[in-house]
């Protein structure tokens, strides 16, 4: 079962700023653009066309970061971004210099555990995102793909332009999550709504190995129980979490 996000609860995650602004963008744009992690680690501002508001999804990082591969099924995807992430894009780009990777990722079996933790912090309290047991499974990184999809099943975009813009590798993948935006979307509120102008403030520009520094471990988070469901870590079960402070 998958766990996207309702839009407020993503704004709320977005704008509070006891949460990492490189972590805030991080997910802002995954959960924007429907990529994979590793799909989204690969991103290189040459991929990116701010003049035109396209994106190119063409490779994706080994799980062992040894190198890059091509994405699932070998067949690049350019599609429009959404308007409203452009600006945020376009200070990103300026940062950056116009060259380089997008983001820095996280130690990939970090993710759904940060992922958790981060979104606590910044109060979104849906009980659904953070349970874990034996039928459940908390929120993980993968489910920012989701909730790109849902947003855009809720919005009225058709299956094939959804498709076009994920890459799924065969139509039954495709199917579970329309499903899930068919019987959650009343609840999402306007989806893809304009970002806060909080995540345009410039990164400080100090070691860009920060958010690698950033683990469960430095934070105090315990994993108490369940295991990992998928080596990336992005579908990683949950867990009870301390909350020292940011």
């Known amino acids: 079962m998958y766990r996207p996000l309702c839009a407020p609860s993503a704004l709320q995650f977005a704008a509070c700023t006891e949460v990492p602004l490189d972590w805030r963008r991080l997910v802002t744009l995954a959960t924007y653009l429907g990529a994979r992690a590793g799909e989204l680690e690969a991103l290189e501002w040459d991929d990116i066309d701010l003049a035109h508001g396209k994106v190119t999804i063409h490779r994706a990082v080994d799980r062992d970061r040894t190198g890059t591969k091509s994405v699932n099924n070998k067949e690049p995807r350019t599609f429009g971004v959404e308007s409203e992430l452009l600006p945020l894009l376009g200070a990103m780009h300026k940062e950056a210099g116009g060259s380089g990777r997008v983001v820095m990722m996280p130690r990939v079996r970090d993710l759904a555990e940060l992922l958790r933790y981060f979104v606590a912090a910044a109060g979104v309290t849906r009980a659904e995102l953070f349970a874990s047991d034996a039928t459940r499974i908390g929120l993980r990184f993968h489910d920012l793909r989701a909730t790109a999809v849902t ?84 579908r990683t079960r949950g867990l009870r979490r301390d909350r020292p402070a940011l």
Not at 153 to 163: C, F, K, P
Not at 184 to 190: I, N
Request: glycine letters at 14%; a positive charge.
């Open 151 to 234: 947003w855009w099943a809720v919005r009225g975009d058709g299956a094939e332009r959804i498709w076009a813009r994920t890459g799924h590798e065969d139509w039954p993948t495709m199917r579970k999550y329309m499903r899930v935006a068919e019987s959650l979307g009343a609840g999402f509120g306007s989806v893809f709504p304009p970002l806060p102008t909080q995540l345009l403030a410039r990164l400080p520009r100090i070691d860009p190995q920060s958010i690698r520094g950033i683990t469960r471990n430095s934070l105090g988070i315990r994993k108490d129980y369940g295991n990992s469901s998928g080596a990336d870590g992005t």
